[in-house]
């Protein structure tokens, strides 16, 4: 790891966040002023989704968490703006950070299963519905925060023995003068293995949701009959949005479940992750960036929308009437031409 890694890492941080805040800005408005939706359900999903992304994308620059493992230890710290304060401020923001990441990643499959009860039970409107999912994902995310929160009991030779690892992956020290702590524990301790349990069943229990969902919805859509041939415009806008659902569910769980996996089999089988191990960290707040990236690209509507604002459709606007006007302006010429010659 060279020398500038952190300010490197700083850079990745900062930008993800920037692309970010400009994206998922623009998908609010994409979704307040050009949306086609027949039911307003399908843009306060979109919004949530929208907002939750704008949320832990801050969280991700005041924090910046870099992950390493090595020799059987998990040792994280803070790279961001709020990092080196004091032990339970770098504690309080990882947690909050932790609490935020589990919710983005918990709502993708709750979006399925909002609309599985829209579709299949019509129960998705009922306002007991409503409050049992969102108790569900706020209970589920205090859930893995409370496991996170036991894991983070650091003690003084966990500090000692995580700084000597973060320097033997070769990352400095803060450059401002602020100390570094670290938030780590042994392999051995149930409480971080009961932790790499709950990330295992977050992304397990979401990819296991949207795929059951998926084969009640497309069963429900079979059951309907073949949409593409069907003229109304609810039942497109059914289709479109389960494909564009689709696209959102998938591209996220990648981008989340590999980082995931690989601390956890590098942590499992006591290697070194290295200088690697940073990228993969701020890998985990890209979602912030493929979420509006896969709305706008999935939805037409929004699609249509944005190619109209970022290609050269209003300047073919403007050199379509020049255009006209200098043929009309060529027609007289050549008339009056004809009738001098005459």
Request: net charge positive; with cysteine; glycine share 4%.
């Amino acid at each position: 790891m060279t020398p500038g890694v952190d300010d490197v890492h700083h850079i990745m941080e900062t930008t993800v966040y920037s692309t970010s805040t400009v994206l998922n800005i623009y998908l609010l408005y994409l979704i307040t002023y050009h949306s086609t939706f027949g039911i307003k359900l399908y843009k306060y999903l979109l919004t949530v989704d929208a907002g939750l992304d704008l949320i832990f994308g801050f969280i991700v620059l005041l924090s910046q968490p870099v992950a390493f493992t090595c020799d059987g230890y998990f040792v994280m710290k803070l790279n961001g703006f709020v990092a080196g304060f004091s032990p339970a401020s770098d504690t309080f923001f990882a947690t909050i950070y932790v609490f935020f990441l589990h919710s983005n990643i918990l709502w993708i499959p709750v979006q399925f299963f909002y609309r599985y009860l829209l579709l299949c039970k019509d129960s998705a409107r009922s306002l007991k519905a409503n409050i049992l999912i969102a108790a569900f994902t706020i209970l589920y995310s205090l859930f893995c925060l409370v496991i996170f929160v036991a894991m983070c009991e650091v003690r003084e030779e966990y500090q000692t023995v995580g700084k000597h690892i973060i320097e033997k992956n070769g990352w400095p020290m803060r450059s401002d003068g602020r100390p570094t702590y670290v938030v780590g524990s042994f392999i051995t301790e149930w409480r971080m293995m009961a932790y790499l349990s709950i990330w295992l069943t977050t992304s397990s229990f979401s990819i296991v949701t949207v795929v059951w969902c998926e084969k009640n919805i497309t069963k429900y859509f079979r059951e309907m009959g073949n949409l593409s041939n069907n003229n109304n415009n609810t039942q497109r806008m059914h289709s479109e949005f389960h494909r564009a659902l689709l696209a959102m569910a998938i591209c996220p769980l990648i981008a989340i479940t590999i980082p995931v996996y690989y601390f956890c089999t590098v942590f499992a089988f006591q290697l070194c992750s290295g200088w690697i191990s940073a990228y993969i960290t701020s890998a985990l707040s890209a979602i912030t960036v493929i979420n509006p990236l896969t709305t706008i690209f999935c939805f037409r509507c929004y699609r249509r929308a944005a190619l109209k604002h970022f290609t050269c459709d209003q300047l073919k606007k403007t050199i379509r009437p020049s255009n006209s006007i200098a043929a009309h302006t060529a027609s007289n010429t050549n008339a009056s031409e004809v009738r001098g010659t005459k």
